[in-house]
């Protein structure tokens, strides 16, 4: 089955700076790719997803890249902020909802 | 309020005590998942189910058992809980058609198996 392997499992940097996470997948059959943000006791909630006939897909600050070759995806923030401090989740889409998750990202926004 | 809902927020149980779990949804959407969370773990699905009637097994589904007779309702079974279902659970609901996948989360319920 499909496997989504997330790095780095923590993150800080600066306020201001950009922040990278990376994600790869096992499936080749995996056609849609979102990626969610979860602040501190909340429910998940969608920050921005990617297609598998899109390379790129960008709103405001965030962007995400998908290269189908290499089975791999990112999600890009430039600009952080405080409030983009949260555990961040990618995930992969095998077949027909059938969601399988990354284990995190806890990125921290240092003031 | 477009929503998705679950009862109850939190709950604490003892082993072998048959428990359920609701989640309903006003979004009228077609598809339901359920999830658990655990630390390092990310979200696993349970179940998923893409119309009334029809279910599937996530990847963890052992332990657990849905139903979906009503569009709107997607309860979550345990018939008899285990301390390894000792977990944060999330229910959610996508509007389905292919088009959008976007995976709409209720708040989540707290569950301590003892």
């Known amino acids: 089955g499909e496997n989504v392997e997330q790095h780095p499992s923590t993150l800080s940097v600066q306020e201001g700076d950009s922040a990278v996470i990376k994600c790869t997948y096992s499936?080749?059959?995996?056609?849609?790719f979102p990626w969610y943000k979860q602040e501190l006791g909340k429910r998940p909630q969608l920050i921005i997803d990617i297609r598998s006939n899109v390379g790129e897909k960008k709103d405001q600050r965030i962007a995400v890249t998908l290269n189908k070759t290499a089975k791999h995806f990112s999600l890009h923030i430039t600009e952080t902020q405080p409030e983009d401090s949260a555990v961040y989740f990618c995930a992969a889409e095998p077949y027909g909802q059938n969601f399988v998750f990354g284990p995190g990202t806890r990125l921290s926004v240092l003031p | 309020e477009a929503q998705v809902t679950q009862n109850p927020r939190y709950l604490i149980t003892v082993t072998g005590k048959k428990l359920t779990v609701t989640c309903s949804q006003n979004?009228?959407?077609?598809?339901m998942s359920w999830y658990r969370q655990d630390p390092g773990l990310g979200l696993r699905q349970i179940y998923y189910s893409m119309n009334v009637e029809v279910t599937d097994k996530g990847d963890v589904p052992e332990g657990y058992k849905v139903s979906r007779k009503e569009k709107r309702n997607f309860p979550l079974i345990l018939e008899s809980p285990s301390p390894n279902q000792t977990s944060l659970y999330f229910c959610a609901s996508t509007f389905g058609g292919g088009a959008w996948d976007e995976q709409f989360f209720g708040p989540g319920t707290r569950l301590t198996v003892l």
């Open positions: 499936d080749s059959a995996s056609n849609y």
């Open positions: 979004m009228n959407h077609e598809y």
